[in-house]
């Protein structure tokens, strides 16, 4: 029922910036945790952070430093701000939401409730 609309993937060199935008619904937006997961080609689903209904940002390790989650509450839309951009940072970028926090915290997102389709970032080295 609920719809996310991930954007900004591109191509960019190692080192370099790119933002990335989820548009949620109103509902969405406003009762649901939301999240940030990426995917390789032949592997499972990476958490790299999430923000909650509040705006209480966390991150996974291997991007904690590099990258920022945000939300804009008046356009309903959360953004991954990704900076110093790695080769392995290459993936394919999802949005997530779900109700509980717990699902961020311990399944690190995987079985979030809603998905978007995904926006493909590259980094060239």
Not at 44 to 64: H, L, M, Q, W
Not at 81 to 107: G, H
Request: proline share 2%; glycine share 10%; with cysteine.
């Amino acid at each position: 029922q609920e719809q996310l609309v991930e954007s900004g993937g591109g191509l960019v060199q190692a080192g370099g910036s790119l933002r990335l935008s989820c548009a949620a619904s109103a509902r969405t937006f406003s009762i649901y945790h939301m999240a940030w997961l990426r995917q390789a080609p032949g592997k499972e689903r990476e958490f790299v952070g999430a923000i909650s209904r509040t705006g209480n940002p966390y991150y996974a390790d291997s991007v904690k430093g590099r990258f920022t989650i945000y939300r804009d509450y008046a356009k309903n839309m959360v953004y991954l701000q990704m900076d110093s951009l790695k080769p392995e940072d290459t993936d394919v970028y999802f949005c997530a939401a779900d109700q509980a926090w717990t699902t961020i915290a311990i399944q690190r997102g995987r079985s979030s409730e809603y998905w978007g389709q995904g926006t493909q970032v590259a980094v060239s080295s």
